[in-house]
């Protein structure tokens, strides 16, 4: 069966560049998320959507990050002005519901940006 | 703010030997409790979750993870691992009825010699 959908699998690009980063739920999955793995780090969340709105954007690290999420389905991350600090694996999950009790996260392959 | 540590970050075994990889947190109510792997070229999978209730979890390929509320600590355990245990392991922590998202650790890659 079809699991999460992630665009490009890997990026490069120069410092300064903008880059959009794709993401195609599990179909009628209603929760969404955006992770990052950067160098010897953790996942680290960056933003959740429940359908189109996106209740917490708490981990989004700067005003250069931005997401949004259309038709409850596909979303789309954001970088603007790149910066080399941006190189990361870029993950996004997705689960029936927002709600962690019955519904776990289901991952994508993720994303390998790497910033000139 | 909600923090995991994994103290391991590589463990190389020999199979048949027993696991057993570190998982603190740090939060002062009540939390979710999680385990994550991912093999070799694989996308993250969930491996075993704890919410409530008995804090000896067991998951998939014979793994089990107790929670220890007074030590903040919810360890992966497994008495006798293959090559195919092989993988990065993820502990993560969500807060209950705060939020929706985990908060993983540094992860632990295991190595499994034949």
């Known amino acids: 069966g079809a699991g999460v959908s992630q665009s490009p699998s890997n990026k490069v690009t120069e410092k300064g560049k903008d880059v959009e980063l794709r993401c195609d739920p599990i179909s009628g999955h209603t929760a969404l998320y955006w992770y990052r793995q950067s160098l010897g780090q953790g996942l680290e969340f960056l933003i959740y959507f429940q359908g189109n709105s996106a209740p917490d954007k708490s981990g989004l690290p700067s005003d250069r990050f931005s997401a949004e999420r259309t038709g409850g389905s596909v979303s789309t991350l954001t970088i603007q002005r790149t910066q080399q600090e941006d190189s990361a694996v870029y993950l996004c999950?997705?689960?029936?519901?927002?709600?962690?009790?019955?519904?776990?996260?289901?991952f994508g392959d993720g994303t390998r940006l790497s910033i000139l | 703010a909600q923090s995991v540590s994994q103290h391991n970050h590589h463990v190389i075994l020999s199979e048949a030997a027993s696991l057993e990889l570190g998982c603190n947190y740090s939060y002062g109510g009540t939390v979710n409790l999680f385990w994550y792997v991912q093999y070799p070229g694989q996308h993250l999978q969930l491996l075993l979750k704890?919410?409530?209730?008995?804090?000896l979890v067991k998951g998939i390929k014979g793994f089990e993870a107790e929670f220890i509320k007074s030590k903040f600590s919810f360890n992966l355990r497994k008495p006798s691992v293959q090559w195919s245990d092989t993988a990065e392991y993820f502990c993560?922590?969500?807060?209950?009825?705060?939020?929706?998202?985990?908060?993983f650790g540094t992860g632990t890659r295991l190595t499994i010699i034949p």
């Open positions: 993560a922590v969500n807060v209950q009825f705060g939020n929706e998202k985990l908060t």
């Open positions: 704890y919410f409530s209730g008995d804090p």
């Open positions: 999950a997705s689960s029936l519901s927002g709600s962690l009790s019955n519904q776990p996260q289901h």
